[in-house]
Structure formats: C-alpha cells, structure tokens
C-alpha cells in the first residue's frame, strides 16, 4: 500500500502561482512514475503533468510553459509548480503513484 498526502491547494487571483506538494509513504518502489490529475467542475478527470523516477515528463498541452512537475526521491514527494494560472485550471487536484494509488484531491481555484 502506498499513501499520498497532497498539499498547497487554495484561491488564486488569474496570473498567480501555487505550488501543490505530494508526499508519498509505505511501499514506495524506487521505479515508479507520480503526477497529478485534475477534475474540473463538470468535466471528466484529466492528467496535468506525470514524472518518472528517473525524471522524464509529460505535460498536457494547456499547462505546458506555465507547470513544471519535480521530485525529491529522497523526500519521496513529487511538486508542481504552477504560474500564470488562469480560470480554466480550477479544479479538484490529485496526485497519483503509477496511476494505482491516489491522494484525497487538493481544490485549486483561481478567481478574481
């Protein structure tokens, strides 16, 4: 079993920044790939960014230049990093471990 304790969530005025956290613990394998998800109100749960242990990434097209995804293996924490946030990324934010294991969720909503 592997636990994922998210954190960083909140409002925002449109152009600001946020930086989610997500702290794995238990059975965390050193091979594995984590990243975030996100549901925005109405819509189907979309990926944002993922990141493998070896640090390759991928990024949905609408966040790439604005969220960059890191890991601290040591930490076994994945962050991402989000600028220039606009209205359309409010949502409900969950991180995930090889897409197996998922946190609570995190509501990001950016609003003037």
């Known amino acids: 079993q592997v636990q994922l304790e998210e954190s960083g969530g909140g409002l925002v005025q449109p152009g600001g920044s946020l930086r989610l956290s997500c702290a794995a613990s238990?059975?965390?394998?050193?091979?594995?790939?984590m990243g975030w998800y996100r549901q925005p109100p109405g819509k189907e749960r979309e990926l944002v960014a993922r990141?493998?242990?070896?640090?390759?990434?991928t990024y949905r097209d609408s966040v790439k230049g604005r969220f960059t995804i890191s890991r601290d293996n040591a930490k076994k924490t994945v962050y991402l990093q989000m600028n220039n946030l606009k209205p359309e990324d409010t949502a409900v934010y969950y991180c995930f471990y090889n897409e197996l294991y998922w946190g609570k969720g995190t509501l990001v909503t950016v609003s003037s």
């Open positions: 990141i493998s242990s070896g640090g390759s990434t």
């Open positions: 238990g059975r965390v394998l050193s091979f594995n790939v």
